[in-house]
């Protein structure tokens, strides 16, 4: 059974910094690409991130740019996202989720980040 | 950026009733995609490729379209599918979601 569990969430202020994990199992994880999309309170789904099988490309929405960070490492099955420089307006909750050809197929719990001072 | 525009915003429909999603694209995308969520959950796969059924969703779901214009249908409407429902688009970066549609059972 795939699973996805994030962790890592939580209160933070402006400016600072948070890491997001996603622990993956029930599937062979450096055969996927895997992605973040985020959802905030009340509002629709917004794609993140994007990371190839092997670590070597990367995509991110413009609003993250040079602010967040997607990364993986294979031998331990687990998908990160760093993100510097918060603002108010990435408050949201974070899915992770397994990337099939090039659609979510499998989607986490979803972990809940909120920035405010 | 492709924007996508979900129609209706917010409909109910009886069991039984045959409901039609539309997700109308900005630009002409190669396929679409569709997702329910239910309240408070992760977002589940309906549809990929613009027809074809994810693994384990029930055939009365089904999806059509091309081009800029692409539908979701369920066949016989049950409780079970009161959820919103989003399109998403992967023919260009940033990839991008419909605002949603909400599903009410009446």
């Known amino acids: 059974e795939v699973q996805l569990v994030e962790s890592g969430g939580g209160l933070v202020q402006p400016g600072r910094s948070m890491k997001l994990s996603c622990a993956a199992s029930?599937?062979?994880?450096?055969?996927?690409?895997m992605a973040w999309v985020r959802q905030a309170p009340t509002k629709g789904l917004e794609w993140v991130a994007t990371i190839s099988y092997d670590g070597s490309s990367t995509y991110y929405r413009d609003s993250v740019k040079g602010r967040f960070t997607i990364s993986r490492d294979n031998a331990k099955s687990t998908l990160y996202l760093q993100m510097n420089s918060l603002r108010s307006e990435d408050t949201a909750t974070y899915y992770c989720t397994r990337v099939r050809n090039y659609d979510f197929d499998y989607w986490g719990q979803g972990v809940m980040v909120t920035v405010s001072s | 950026e492709i924007v996508l525009t979900q129609s209706p915003t917010t409909m109910a429909a009886s069991p039984g009733e045959k409901v039609t999603l539309t997700c109308l694209a900005s630009?002409?995308?190669?396929?679409m995609y569709w997702y329910q969520q239910k309240s408070s959950a992760s977002p589940k796969l309906l549809i990929y490729y613009t027809s074809s059924l994810a693994s384990g969703v029930p055939d009365r779901f089904s999806g059509s379209g091309s081009g800029t214009s692409y539908s979701l249908t369920i066949s016989s409407m049950e409780a079970e599918d009161a959820a919103i429902y989003y399109c998403l688009q992967l023919t260009s970066t940033p990839l991008t979601f419909g605002s949603g549609t909400k599903l009410e059972i009446k």
């Open positions: 029930g599937f062979t994880f450096s055969n996927y690409g």
């Open positions: 630009s002409s995308v190669n396929y």
